[in-house]
């Protein structure tokens, strides 16, 4: 079987490129998707009901921004990562080791909500350099997303 060309407007290379990009951003989305699940399985403490509910928000909203990145690298051309094995190699954010307590699983959730908002932010200017207004638009939600997901989890450590 043949591989069908793609023609729209953006070259092999960049859009190779821009793809890559966008597996880091899958790997970091779905590892920050597993973590935030797994703190609304786990959380504890006088903040159960508060944390519980917007882990469980999101959770859910991340989820389905795997599938709109993974979708955008197969529209580029190019097969998404999908093991824990690739998402392990090309992510940015840590495992949790245990079970953290409440303002410990806050602060890894903020470290992982910016870490995708880096990892997005650093793909930006090739996808705007390619004329990728799709991906730019997209890199662009997610930044809006996670930046206001970080702030609301901060929030939460003050005192």
Known sequence: MSKTTINIGISEKDRKKIAEGLSHML???????LKTHN???NVTGPMFQ????MFMTQYN?????VDMVAERIRGLGYPAPGT???F??????KDASGVPNAKEMIRQLVDGQEAVVRTARKLLPVAEKAGDQPTVDLLSARMMVHEQ???MLRSLLEE
């Open 61 to 65: 909203e991340i989820w389905l921004a």
């Open 27 to 33: 790997a970091d989305t779905y590892t920050l998707y």
């Open 88 to 93: 392990a190699a090309l992510s940015s954010i």
């Open 149 to 151: 997901n970080a702030w």
């Open 50 to 53: 508060t944390l519980h509910l």
């Open 84 to 86: 824990y094995k690739e």
């Open 39 to 41: 703190f609304h399985w």
